[in-house]
């Protein structure tokens, strides 16, 4: 099985391209999904974040009030930092588990999109990395614009991360998403093109 990380900072344009991967055949293993599934009532890390923020974190459903924890954690790094010692090992346990079906049903190239691949020293684990970037000032727009978030909670967001400078160079991919919807497409199924290539030529 050829395993690519695919990854970008928040508003990259990640989603769009695992997306146009998908429609090509890509088997796409998403940490974000894992990541809410991880979280959902009656899992060890749902129980563990409650003992650790207390009930504020709590919607009135008795699930995880997202935003609440979100709003916690991006203003206090060691607040994120104990988040993520809870999640981060409960998603690896099941990027495992997911990987480990997709190839008994015979999978040739598993797609990990992982946005915070570089941060959690992930690098090394796959047979290549993509980096899906755009200038910060348009990741900046778009999350004030499509995910309703204020001008001061999206620049905490994007400051969290590793700068998309550092991570260019470790990157084996890079898609540039500065253009028009389309030029991402093209972009995205052009790298596919070569990915595909490339772990024939492994084989």
Same mark, same amino acid.
């Not at 959690?120 to 755009?134: N, S």
């Not at 969290?160 to 991402?184: S, V």
């Given at each position: ?54 009930? =504020?974190?709590?919607?009135? =459903? ?96 994007? =400051? ?11 990157? =084996? ?31």
């Amino acid at each position: 099985m050829f395993r690519v990380g695919l990854t970008g900072n928040i508003a990259s344009g990640k989603s769009t391209v695992a997306r146009v991967w998908a429609r090509l055949g890509a088997a796409i293993i998403d940490a974000d999904v894992l990541a809410r599934r991880a979280v959902e009532p009656g899992m060890p890390a749902f129980r563990r974040i409650v003992e650790t923020f207390g009930p =504020d974190v709590l919607a009135a =459903d008795g699930r995880l009030d997202r935003a609440a924890l979100r709003r916690i954690v991006f203003r206090d790094p060691a607040a994120r930092a104990r988040l993520e010692a809870i999640v981060h090992p409960e998603v690896a346990r099941l990027r495992e588990e997911e990987e480990a079906a997709l190839a008994a049903r015979g999978a040739e190239i598993v797609v990990h999109d992982v946005p915070l691949l570089f941060e959690v020293g992930l690098e090394d684990a796959f047979d290549v990395v993509v980096l899906v970037d755009a200038p910060e000032a348009i990741r900046l727009e778009r999350l004030v614009r499509d995910r309703g978030l204020d001008e001061a909670e999206a620049r905490r967001m994007i =400051d969290a991360q590793m700068p998309a400078a550092e991570k260019r160079g470790r990157a =084996d991919y890079i898609i540039d998403n500065d253009g028009t919807l389309q030029d991402l497409e093209s972009r995205a199924t052009e790298t596919w093109r070569k990915i595909v290539e490339r772990a024939r030529g492994s084989a």
